[in-house]
């Protein structure tokens, strides 16, 4: 589900070489596939049967502008948890009836730009959250349309920092305040309430988890329909996960995707009610690559390090996570290529600065071009200057064409973000 392949041994992203993008840009660069974006998107719509503006991309996951303006033209809409998030939305052309506001730490100016600007949705994560919203909202003569997130009590995900449904997790009301909270805020001034919502984790690759959380919200429906209340929305979350290792022992692919889709069909069959997705990773992940260069190599007498010119800043999630990323080689190795273990790491002047151990790869020596594979999703959104390195620049493809949608940083805009003190 990728649009990365070789051709007369080289790699490409779509109709580009990948070392062109290396001459002209440099490395490291992210480089983006607009097939694969498209395709991903159509592919959720279609198996889920979701209308596209109820699909909303979570922001967080990749925020480039290129990104976000791809998917704003197929007609989706967007799930952010910050201002930024909202602004950036917009900016890329995603209308504010497009978007839900969701996050457990939105604070009052947050939720004001949210009410003013005319968002869709404010997922509710606190009962302090409903208080402050329905201030700001009758303050200004309107009433929020809002859902409840509640936590389910079901947690799952692909490790235990992205597992967000458990009730150990920070977010979401209590499963067993939901209803009550519900009937509170379906009097509040500034409050119309619409319905619930849930996102128990992510990297999430088998479904009975999801199914357990989703009957759950189920009854809620079922339940609140009872006392009188009127529920419209079903936001089901997002975190539906991606193949880092092709060799995985499950299908992925679209008949994983129309699984997840026909399990939610089946668990809110009869419903009558709105479904909202807020896919991120599925969309984005196998969309892009971090492509870099080896720079230097370290031999040893157990082991041999390829030290390359990206770090843990550009890529944080094997130090964070532990996650795995395939490497593949620019120049195609060829068939009679012997693999061989490398310890591939990066310049940081950190030991968890490793992006694997032991690898098995073809022979590689400095000034060779590789890529870590499934890099779109959060990769370049979880960056940083650790080190005082510069941000590195991002690519979005389409066909034959390519375009810089974030220019490599300046050692001058780096400083430039810097204020001397009076004193000093």
């Not at 299908?251 to 896919?279: N, S």
């Amino acid at each position: 589900m990728h649009h990365f392949d070789y051709r007369n041994g080289s790699l490409f992203a779509e109709d580009v070489p990948l070392s062109r993008i290396a001459q002209e840009v440099g490395t490291p660069v992210y480089v983006y596939s607009s097939a694969t974006l498209e395709r991903h998107f159509r592919v959720f719509c279609e198996a889920t049967g979701a209308k596209p503006n109820h699909v909303f991309y979570a922001v967080k996951a990749n925020g480039n502008l290129g990104v976000l303006m791809t998917l704003a033209k197929l007609g989706a809409g967007a799930d952010t948890v910050s201002e930024g998030e909202i602004r950036k939305a917009i900016a890329a052309g995603i209308p504010p009836e497009r978007i839900v506001f969701s996050g457990v730490g939105k604070t009052e100016a947050e939720l004001a730009y949210a009410v003013e600007t005319g968002i869709y949705q404010v997922n509710i994560e606190t009962e302090s959250e409903l208080d402050m919203l329905s201030a700001i909202a009758s303050a200004r003569g309107k009433r929020q349309a809002a859902v409840f997130r509640v936590n389910p009590e079901v947690g799952s995900g692909g490790h235990a920092k992205i597992t967000t449904g458990d009730s150990a997790n920070k977010f979401g009301v209590s499963f067993q305040e939901a209803e009550r909270l519900y009937h509170r805020a379906a009097n509040m001034p500034g409050i119309s309430i619409q319905g619930i919502a849930a996102h128990i984790g992510s990297q999430i690759t088998e479904f009975s988890a999801y199914r357990a959380a989703f009957t759950k919200l189920r009854g809620i429906v079922e339940n609140l329909r009872r006392m009188g209340l009127p529920v419209s929305r079903l936001d089901l979350g997002g975190g539906v996960g991606v193949p880092y290792e092709m060799s995985y022992p499950y299908r992925h692919g679209p008949d994983t995707v129309q699984a997840y889709g026909d399990m939610v069909r089946e668990v809110t069959a009869g419903l009558d009610i709105e479904l909202g997705f807020e896919p991120g990773r599925v969309i984005v992940g196998n969309a892009g690559v971090l492509l870099t260069r080896i720079v230097h190599t370290n031999h040893r007498a157990d082991r041999t390090f390829l030290i390359v010119d990206s770090g843990m800043n550009d890529l944080v999630r094997p130090a964070m996570y532990e996650a795995y990323h395939e490497i593949w080689p620019v120049t195609e190795p060829s068939a009679d290529a012997k693999p061989t273990p490398f310890d591939i790491v990066g310049p940081i002047c950190e030991s968890s600065d490793v992006f694997a151990t032991g690898r098995m790869m073809a022979p590689a020596k400095p000034g060779d071009l590789i890529v870590f594979k499934t890099a779109g999703a959060y990769g370049a959104s979880m960056s940083s200057t650790y080190n005082q390195r510069l941000l590195v620049p991002e690519v979005l493809v389409n066909g034959a064409e390519y375009a810089v949608t974030r220019p490599r940083q300046t050692y001058e805009e780096l400083l430039g973000t810097d204020r001397k003190p009076p004193w000093l």
